[in-house]
């Protein structure tokens, strides 16, 4: 299975960036995919995941109303819609894909096994 990630960029503050997810060399039947993001000095935090097979979507509560995942199931591909970012924002951005059993595991970076590179979002001004 490989992942990769792209979209990051530099961007000010109150503006938007759109992740995509590519993931390959998957015939897993149900599984998630996740975006993390990890900023320097700071442990590896859940931004949102989305369950592949019913579609639920899970947000940190530091990003609700602001991002949103999507996917295109035909094209294997995750999107994260980031809107109105924040310098808080700022940090290196992961999509992983695991198989999370409860709630309250899909934002655990610990259920994922797959990941990929990583792609660097910074919003200054």
């Known amino acids: 299975v490989q992942l990769q990630a792209s979209g990051g960029g530099l961007v000010q503050p109150g503006g938007s960036l759109r992740l995509s997810c590519v993931a390959s060399g998957n015939n897993f039947r149900s599984y998630a995919i996740g975006w993390f993001r990890q900023a320097p000095g700071k442990e590896r935090e859940g931004v949102s995941c989305v369950n592949t097979v019913d579609g639920s979507t899970y947000y940190a509560d530091s990003v609700k109303g602001r991002f949103t995942i999507s996917r295109d199931s035909a094209k294997n591909e995750v999107y994260l819609e980031m809107n109105n970012l924040k310098t808080e924002d700022t940090a290196t951005y992961y999509c992983?894909?695991?198989?999370?059993?409860?709630?309250?595991?899909?934002?655990?970076?610990?259920?994922?096994?797959?990941w990929g590179q990583g792609t660097q979002v910074t919003v200054s001004s």
């Open positions: 992983a894909l695991g198989f999370p059993i409860g709630l309250t595991d899909y934002m655990k970076a610990h259920e994922y096994g797959y």
